[in-house]
Structure formats: structure tokens, C-alpha cells
């Protein structure tokens, strides 16, 4: 649908406006597949996957793990009582939960490179213990680097912060910290629920996703150009 010539000066004059940039890890930097953690879930014995984990909700355990409520233990032994399978090992239960966990595709770092050099740059990610250290790990083997912080002014991780998105106290949290104005600010994330929240807040939005890839998204707000 073409927009109109109101709708086309409104859209300019907002991509124009961005001056800081939020960006979600998963299926965004760090490539994820949520059927690969499925499978291997159904492959320790849990029947109600689906209901269980995915990409649009997930059981009350995997919240908790995300805000940092229970630690790797806890996770592990809840897995073990959802599975009703006691005998399940930790490296197993890691294992499995780790399979999702795909990598960072070449060019992703030297994407945000180049946008660091023009926006404020934060990141804000739903992750846990057991995921952050893999990721952490996996970055400084393939690419040498000990964590993301050079990358962005100010990282946040829902177990680190103790909130998780959509929840709107994480958005306000990383508005105040960093006196952000959302009518400034973009956010960049793969999962549709996760983009309503920041827009109750007043926060530009761009959904990521494989046909439309952050570099995408980064030449059609202009962002390395203004």
C-alpha cells in the first residue's frame, strides 16, 4: 500500500529523529532456533512441548530463569520434575536448554560497528544464566572478542536486571538510566509482543525478522546516514 504524502513526511521525519538505538540479541545478533530446543526437549521426555517453550510464550520456570529467580540448579531441577525424568544429567539438561543457540553470522559485528559510530547504541536481552555464558563463550571463540560491552554504551540482560520483556519497568528502566526520549529511540527486536510494550511507551519500533534482517532494517531507517 503506498503511504500517503502526510504518512511519507511523518516516517522521514522519524527516521531522521532517531538518535538511539536498542537492540534485542536473539534472532537479531545472535541467531536462535526455538524448533531445535523444542525437539531436544521432547527428546528428554517432555510431551507438552510446545506449551512448555517457544517463541511466543513459555512455561513459569523459563520466566523465572530470564529475571534471575532460580539459579542454573533450580532451572535444572525444574526441568527434571517437568519431565518427570530424575535421572536426567546436568549436561544433558544444558545441553538441550544450549541447543537453541545457533551463533553470530558473520557481518553482525561490523553492523554494529559502523551504527555505533552514528547512534547511541544499548542493548536489552531476554537471557539467563546458563544462555549468557554459552553466547559469551562462543563470541570469544569465533571472533575473539570477551562480551558485548564494546559494542553498545550500556547492555542489559533480564537475569542481570531482574525484569524481562515486555514487561514496560525494563523499557522504563533503560529510558531513566540512560535519559533516553522515546520519540528518539528505536527499538529493534524479533518477537511482536516484546515490540508492544516499548510502543506503549512511545518508542519507534522495527520488527526483525529473516526476510527483513537487521541490515535491513538499519538502511531503511538510514541510520548510518544521519
Known amino acids: 500500500m503506498q503511504l500517503s504524502i502526510f504518512e511519507t513526511r511523518k516516517q522521514n521525519f522519524c527516521m531522521q529523529n532517531i538518535k538511539n538505538v536498542i537492540l534485542d ?9 526455538f524448533n531445535k530446543v523444542r525437539e531436544s526437549f521432547s527428546a528428554l521426555g517432555i510431551t507438552n512441548v510446545d506449551d512448555f517453550f517457544g517463541h ?3 512455561d513459569g520456570l523459563f520466566d523465572d530463569f530470564d529475571k534471575g529467580e532460580i539459579t542454573a540448579a533450580e532451572f535444572r531441577e525444574g526441568v527434571r520434575e517437568k519431565a518427570n525424568r530424575p535421572d536426567l544429567t546436568d549436561q544433558q539438561i544444558d545441553d538441550a536448554w544450549n541447543s537453541l543457540l545457533i551463533g553470530v553470522p ?8 559502523e551504527l555505533k559510530k552514528h547512534k ?14 554459552y553466547c559469551m563463550q562462543h563470541i570469544k ?25 515486555p514487561d514496560l519497568a525494563i523499557f522504563e528502566l533503560v529510558l531513566k538510566e540512560n535519559n533516553l526520549i522515546p520519540e528518539e529511540t ?14 506503549q511507551l512511545g ?24
Open 141 to 165: 571463540d569465533t571472533y575473539g572478542v570477551e562480551n558485548n560491552e564494546h559494542f553498545f554504551e550500556k547492555t542489559y540482560y533480564s537475569h542481570l536486571a531482574g525484569l524481562r520483556k
Open 56 to 58: 511466543k510464550g513459555q
Open 120 to 133: 547511541r547504541m544499548f542493548l536489552l536481552s531476554n537471557n539467563n544464566e546458563l544462555h549468557y555464558a
Open 186 to 199: 528505536l527499538f529493534i527486536d524479533d518477537s511482536p509482543q516484546h515490540l508492544e510494550g516499548a510502543k
Open 106 to 113: 558473520p557481518g553482525k559485528h561490523e553492523t554494529l560497528d
Open 25 to 33: 540479541y536473539g534472532n537479531v545478533i545472535f541467531m536462535i532456533d
Open 203 to 226: 518508542i519507534h519500533t522495527a520488527l526483525c525478522t529473516p526476510e527483513h534482517p537487521l541490515e535491513a532494517i538499519v538502511a531503511e531507517y538510514k541510520l548510518v546516514e544521519n
